[in-house]
C-alpha cells in the first residue's frame, strides 16, 4: 500500500541535482572472488526480502495534491539492480577508482527503487562491489546498518536477525532532549521557511521565541557567512572522481591521540586540514579556514532502525584549521571546536530546518538548500564499522569506504571509516575541483605520519595560551 515520504526524506528527494546526485556511494574490496549466485541470494533474502523501500519505487504527486510516496515497484527484477563487469585496463585500483567516480556521476533511475550493485571482477585478483543507494530511502547510519546485517562473523555462519548489529555512529551523538527541541522547532519553521530566507537575520530570534537553548544554534545556521570561494569552491561541474588512502593502523592513530590527549577523530581531522593546507600552497593559494558539515546521528542507540529506514540526523559545522600553519596547533583547534560541537543543539535544530525545507515548494526548498550549502565546502563523515573481519557471501570482506553525497554548492565528500582494526580515508569530490584527488590523499598519509611524530603533550612545555592561564589563577 502506497505510504507517503516523510518531509526529512523528500527533502533529500528534491535535492537531486545534475551536478550533486543525493546517492551514498560505498565500495566493499576483497581479496578473492565472490560467488556471484551466493551474492544475489544474500541480497534477495537480506537486503530485498525485510526492508521493503528496496522493491517500491518514489512517485511523484499528481496535479500538485500531496507530496511524493514509496508505491510497489509492479515490474520489480531483482536482475535489474545487479550488474556485473570487468575493469578497463590495466585493470587496477586506479581503474577501480575512475570506475566508482564516473558511476557516482550517473543518476539512479527513477522508474525502479533507487539503488543498485556492480560487481566488479578485479582489481588483480580480487573483486569488488560498488552499492548505490538515494540518500531518500535511509541516511548513511541506518543504510551502514543494513549493509552490516548482510555480512555474517565467519565464512558460514547462520544468518543474523535483523538490526542486531549496533548502529554505526557518526561524528556526534545528540542527546534526546536536544532532539525534542527539533520537534517543537519543525512547525514553525516550517510555516516561516520562505521569510527565514528573505531575511534571515531579522526572523532568528522569532522563530526560537519557544525554544530559547537552541537560538544559538539556529541563528548560527542562519547568520554564519558564504565560505570562501577558492580552488575547492568553486562552481561545479558533473563529472565526479574518487580516490581512498592506503588502510592506516587504527592503533596507531589511537596512539597518536593518546600522546597529544585528542581523539581519534581529532587525529584524522587534523590530517585532512594539513593535507587541505599543503595541496592548496602547492597550487598557489593562501589557505584559508575551510567550514564542513557533519552529519549527527539522532537515532537513540538503544532503538533498532526500523523496517522502512528513513533519514533522521543533522547536520553541523565544523570549520577545519587549515589556515594554521603549525601542526600541534591544528590538533588543539579541533580538540576544542569538536568540544564546543558536542555540547550543542545544532544538530537537532539542523533536522528541523531540512523537515522545514521538505514541507516547503520546490522552489523554497531549493533557495533553503542554496542558501545553507553556501556556507561549506565539504562534508565530512566519520563512521566506525565492526572490529573484526566480517564475510559477505562466504567471503572475507578487507576494506570498507562509504561517501555522503553533497548538495547545492558543495563539492567535496571526505569519508572515515575503520574496520577490523584499520582505517581508510575516502574522497569524492567534483574533477572541476581537484582533477587529481589522489594528490590530497597522499598529502594526508604523509600528515598522518607528521603527526605521530609530534613531541606527546605530557612532555612539552605549556604555551602562551596555558602560561596566561595558570598566571590568572595566582
Known amino acids: 500500500m502506497p505510504s507517503a515520504l516523510s518531509s526529512a526524506d523528500t527533502a533529500w528527494l528534491h535535492m537531486d541535482r545534475p551536478s550533486n546526485l543525493m546517492v551514498i556511494n560505498s565500495v566493499l574490496l576483497f581479496d578473492e572472488q565472490l560467488d ?269 532502525v526500523p523496517d522502512e529506514l528513513g533519514n533522521r540526523f543533522g547536520l553541523v559545522f565544523l570549520t577545519l584549521p587549515v589556515d594554521r600553519a603549525a601542526r600541534r596547533e591544528r590538533l588543539h583547534e579541533l580538540e576544542l571546536r569538536m568540544s564546543a560541537i558536542k555540547r550543542s543543539t545544532e544538530g537537532p535544530v539542523s533536522y528541523a530546518l531540512l523537515e522545514a525545507a521538505g514541507l516547503a515548494p520546490t522552489e523554497i526548498e531549493r533557495r533553503i538548500i542554496d542558501f545553507f550549502t553556501a556556507k561549506a565546502t565539504a562534508v565530512m563523515t566519520n563512521v566506525p564499522g565492526p572490529r573484526e573481519t566480517v564475510y559477505l557471501a562466504g567471503s572475507p570482506l578487507r576494506t570498507v569506504l562509504v561517501w555522503a553525497p553533497t548538495a547545492g554548492s558543495v563539492g567535496m565528500s571526505v569519508s572515515i571509516f575503520s574496520y577490523d582494526g584499520k582505517i581508510t580515508v575516502g574522497l569524492l569530490v567534483h574533477t572541476t575541483l581537484v582533477p587529481d584527488p589522489g594528490a590530497i590523499v597522499e598529502r594526508l598519509q604523509r600528515e598522518v605520519t607528521a603527526l605521530g611524530r609530534l613531541v606527546p603533550a605530557s612532555r612539552r612545555p605549556p604555551d602562551k595560551r596555558q602560561r596566561a592561564a595558570e598566571h590568572r589563577s595566582r
Open 36 to 304: 556471484w549466485d551466493a551474492l544475489t541470494e544474500v541480497v534477495r533474502t537480506r537486503l530485498v526480502a525485510p526492508y521493503p523501500r528496496f522493491r517500491q519505487r518514489v512517485a511523484e504527486s499528481r496535479l500538485g495534491v500531496g507530496g511524493p510516496h514509496w508505491e510497489r515497484d509492479p515490474d520489480f527484477d531483482l536482475a535489474r539492480h545487479l550488474h556485473r563487469r570487468g575493469l578497463s585496463a590495466p585493470g587496477d585500483e586506479s581503474a577501480l577508482q575512475a570506475l566508482t567516480g564516473d558511476l557516482a556521476s550517473i543518476p539512479l533511475d527513477r522508474s525502479k527503487p533507487l539503488w543498485e550493485m556492480y560487481f566488479i571482477d578485479g582489481p588483480r585478483a580480487g573483486c569488488a562491489v560498488i552499492v548505490r543507494m538515494h540518500h531518500c530511502i535511509a541516511d548513511g547510519i541506518a543504510l551502514a546498518e543494513v549493509m552490516l546485517s548482510l555480512t555474517d562473523a565467519a565464512a558460514q555462519t547462520p544468518r543474523r536477525p535483523a538490526n542486531a548489529v549496533g548502529p554505526a555512529a557518526g561524528a556526534v551523538d545528540a542527546a534526546a532532549g536536544a532532539v525534542e527541541s527539533a520537534r517543537r522547532l519543525t512547525g514553525a519553521l516550517a510555516h516561516e521557511s520562505a521569510r527565514t530566507l528573505a531575511h534571515p537575520g531579522q526572523r532568528a530570534l522569532a522563530l526560537t521565541d519557544a525554544v530559547a537553548a537552541d537560538t544559538r544554534a539556529l541563528a548560527k545556521f542562519l547568520l554564519t557567512p558564504r565560505d570562501a570561494r577558492s580552488l575547492l569552491k568553486r562552481d561545479l561541474g558533473t563529472q565526479r572522481g574518487v580516490a581512498w588512502s592506503r588502510p592506516l593502523s587504527l592503533e596507531r592513530v589511537k596512539g597518536i591521540a593518546h600522546a597529544q590527549g585528542a581523539t581519534v577523530n581529532d587525529v584524522l581531522l587534523a590530517a585532512v586540514s594539513g593535507a587541505l593546507r599543503s595541496y592548496l600552497l602547492e597550487r598557489g593559494e593562501e589557505p584559508h579556514a575551510v567550514r564542513t558539515l557533519v552529519p549527527v546521528n539522532l537515532r537513540p542507540r538503544e532503538q533498532p
